[in-house]
C-alpha cells in the first residue's frame, strides 16, 4: 500500500508556470505507476499524464502536449508536474495516482491508490 500527498499548488496567472509535487510513502515507488488528473468544478475527473513503472515512456492528454510534463525521481519517491504556459481552462484540483506494476491507463477508476488533491487556479 502507498499514500500520496500533493503539493504545490497555488494561484497563478495566464502564461506562468507551477511545478506540483506528489511524495509517496514505501519502499517500492519504483514499482508504481504514476498518474496525474485533474476535475474542474462540475466536470468529471480527467488524465493528465502519466508515467510508467518500468519505462521512461510519458504518456499524456492532448490538453497539455507540449506545456505540461510529468516526471519522477524513485530515489526521493516523487513524482512531478511541471506546468508551463497556464490557461484558464487549467484551472483544477490537481490529484496524483498510483498503481502498482499497472499499464497506463486513462481512466480514473483503474487507479489504485490517490493524494488529496492540490488546487490549482489560473488568473486570466
Known amino acids: 500500500q502507498v499514500q500520496l500527498v500533493e503539493s504545490g499548488g497555488g494561484l497563478v496567472q495566464t502564461g506562468g508556470s507551477l511545478r506540483l509535487s506528489c511524495a509517496a510513502s514505501?519502499?517500492?515507488?519504483?514499482?508504481?505507476?504514476m498518474g496525474w488528473f485533474r476535475q474542474a468544478p462540475g466536470k468529471e475527473r480527467e488524465f493528465v499524464e502519466a508515467v510508467p513503472w518500468n519505462s521512461p515512456t510519458i504518456y499524456y492528454s492532448d490538453s497539455v502536449k507540449g506545456r505540461f510534463t510529468i516526471s519522477r525521481d524513485n530515489a526521493k519517491n516523487t513524482v512531478y508536474l511541471q506546468m508551463n504556459s497556464l490557461k484558464p481552462e487549467d484551472t483544477a484540483v490537481y490529484y496524483c495516482a498510483a498503481k502498482q506494476y499497472g499499464v497506463v491507463t486513462t481512466t480514473p477508476v483503474s487507479y489504485d491508490y490517490w493524494g488529496q488533491g492540490t488546487q490549482v487556479t489560473v488568473s486570466s
Open positions: 514505501g519502499r517500492t515507488f519504483s514499482s508504481y505507476t
